[in-house]
């Protein structure tokens, strides 16, 4: 599967975006989506993630209460809704994918996604 981040872009704090991850390729129901994110000079963090029928959505602490993502597999994209955003949410957005099990736990860590997408800067101004 191919993956395509979009969405990103410069905002004030406490201002709102919505990052899509579009996917090409069959079966994209099959796979778990997740979102990560990079600052500068700062390792790749977990922000969000989606299970294939989008019952289980976990996020980071960071950002809960703030982000919400969900999917629409007709359309194979998955989106990150964010609000309330604050500079230190500035980084390169990316998605991620991995296959799994109709029950597979929802993965936070980097590593096991398979696929991933470009990435989106997001920028937010204090």
């Known amino acids: 599967v191919q993956l395509q981040a979009s969405g990103g872009g410069l905002v004030q704090a406490g201002g709102s975006l919505r990052l899509s991850c579009a996917a090409s390729g069959h079966s994209f129901s099959r796979y778990t989506v997740g979102w990560f994110r990079q600052a500068s000079g700062k390792e790749r963090e977990f922000v969000a993630a989606?299970?294939?029928?989008?019952?289980?959505?976990p996020c980071a602490d960071s950002v809960k209460g703030r982000v919400t993502i969900s999917r629409d597999n007709a359309k194979n994209t998955v989106y990150l809704q964010m609000n309330n955003l604050k500079p230190e949410d500035t980084a390169i957005y990316y998605c991620?994918?991995?296959?799994?099990?109709?029950?597979?736990?929802?993965?936070?860590?980097?590593?096991?996604?398979?696929?991933w997408g470009q990435g989106t800067k997001v920028t937010v101004s204090s």
């Open positions: 989606i299970s294939r029928s989008g019952g289980s959505t």
């Open positions: 991620a994918a991995v296959p799994s099990i109709l029950t597979a736990p929802v993965r936070a860590t980097a590593s096991e996604y398979h696929y």
